[in-house]
């Protein structure tokens, strides 16, 4: 059943109190698809918009397996413990193909941070959103923004050609690989090293101490073929073990390391300016395909053409250009009217 909705200064008053459940009331408006929760998340989204951008943004990607979510607890509770700062994870999850809900559920698997007051953990479905991160991640961060969470970590889905968007959302994107680095640096893409902040080779404990050592010696020769980042900043391959926290505090100190140049060099300013315009036009394209999906002209036409095309009675391109011209069609008749 849906739950009844506050008033717009009721979400906007607890969010900017840091009350929790309200936050997460509001991200639930913030993902929804009904239109009135569009209107309603918009003007939400409007009045906090002032109190935003104040955060760390920060992506961690890696492959499935490669212990995201054990790092971010480890992690959490460093940030939390030793630096005295909130944070949040935005935990984004593979989709149910029948619920189209998140079906791994992170926020069982950071167990201290689940339990800290100044820890907030979200775990959203992908629904199938490209990126590695939910449709709805970047106004998610503006809302963790506005509650004061001055941490905001997004745990993407894992690593694959299209799990670049989390780069137009953060400031740092730390990539987690296992030890052993043979087959899987065939694996990983070469976009993704590419945009990368710094590589952190995790279960580096143990047996596995030669391997990671051998790992981080294969990745910083990879490195070396690509050019310098953005402002000739050179990713580093450190060593980590989520388990036991070894590392960690290295790594978040190459964090720190980072925002500061980013900040001396001007390029913070610039990241965020890109990832405005890169949130505008995201928007854009999710209004564009709603409309799409509401018009009445589509919702009738819509089932008869996805039957073609699953018979093969009409190519998926006929079928595409099909609903495209005649949603036109009804857009330039209601602008005549």
């Known amino acids: 059943m849906r739950r009844r909705r506050l008033a717009v200064e009721q979400y906007v008053s607890g969010v900017l109190a840091g009350h929790?459940?309200?936050?997460?009331?509001?991200?639930?408006?913030?993902?929804?698809?009904?239109?009135?929760?569009?209107?309603?998340?918009?003007?939400?989204?409007?009045?906090l918009l002032p109190q935003t951008g104040k955060s760390r943004r920060i992506g961690v990607t890696g492959v499935p397996g490669v212990g995201k979510s054990t790092f971010l607890d480890q992690m959490g509770m460093h940030i939390l413990r030793d630096q005295g700062e909130k944070l949040a994870?935005?935990?984004?999850?593979?989709?149910?193909?029948?619920t189209g809900g998140s079906i791994l559920g992170?926020?069982?698997?950071?167990?201290?941070?689940?339990?800290?007051?100044?820890?907030?953990?979200?775990?959203?479905?992908?629904?199938?959103?490209?990126?590695?991160?939910?449709?709805?991640?970047?106004?998610?961060?503006?809302?963790?923004?506005?509650?004061?969470?001055?941490?905001?970590?997004?745990?993407?889905?894992g690593v694959g050609q299209s799990e670049i968007a989390v780069r137009s959302m953060t400031d740092f994107v730390l990539l987690l690989l296992l030890p052993g680095a043979g087959?899987?640096?065939?694996?990983?893409?070469?976009?993704?090293?590419?945009?990368?902040?710094?590589?952190?080779?995790?279960?580096?404990?143990?047996?596995?101490?030669?391997?990671?050592?051998?790992?981080?010696?294969?990745?910083?020769?990879?490195?070396h073929l690509f050019a310098p980042g953005r402002g000739g900043w050179s990713p580093p391959v450190l060593l980590c073990s989520a388990q036991s926290g070894q590392g960690i505090v290295e790594i978040w100190e190459c964090i720190l390391k980072n925002e500061h140049w980013q900040l001396q060099t001007g390029l913070r300013a610039e990241l965020r300016r890109e990832q405005a315009?890169?949130?505008?036009?995201?928007?854009?394209?999710?209004?564009l395909e709603g409309s799409f999906h509401r018009d009445r002209?589509?919702?009738?036409?819509?089932?008869?053409?996805?039957?073609?095309?699953?018979?093969?009675?009409?190519?998926?391109?006929?079928?595409?250009?099909?609903?495209?011209?005649?949603?036109?069609?009804t857009r330039a008749s209601s602008d005549r009217h």
């Open 183 to 223: 087959d899987e640096l065939q694996g990983i893409k070469r976009g993704i090293l590419e945009l990368v902040d710094a590589i952190a080779i995790n279960k580096a404990d143990g047996t596995q101490v030669q391997r990671a050592e051998l790992a981080r010696s294969e990745y910083e020769n990879a490195l």
């Open 20 to 47: 929790r459940p309200t936050l997460a009331q509001a991200i639930t408006v913030i993902e929804s698809d009904l239109p009135s929760d569009i209107e309603l998340s918009a003007k939400i989204l409007d009045t």
């Open 89 to 98: 994870v935005l935990s984004i999850d593979p989709s149910s193909p029948v």
């Open 297 to 329: 002209k589509i919702q009738e036409l819509l089932p008869a053409i996805e039957e073609m095309v699953l018979t093969e009675k009409m190519t998926p391109f006929a079928g595409a250009r099909t609903l495209l011209s005649e949603f036109r069609a």
């Open 106 to 157: 992170d926020k069982t698997r950071m167990e201290k941070l689940s339990v800290e007051p100044n820890a907030f953990i979200r775990p959203s479905a992908s629904r199938g959103s490209l990126g590695g991160v939910s449709a709805r991640t970047r106004e998610t961060v503006l809302l963790c923004e506005a509650a004061g969470f001055n941490n905001i970590w997004i745990e993407t889905v």
């Open 277 to 287: 315009l890169a949130a505008m036009r995201q928007m854009v394209s999710l209004g």
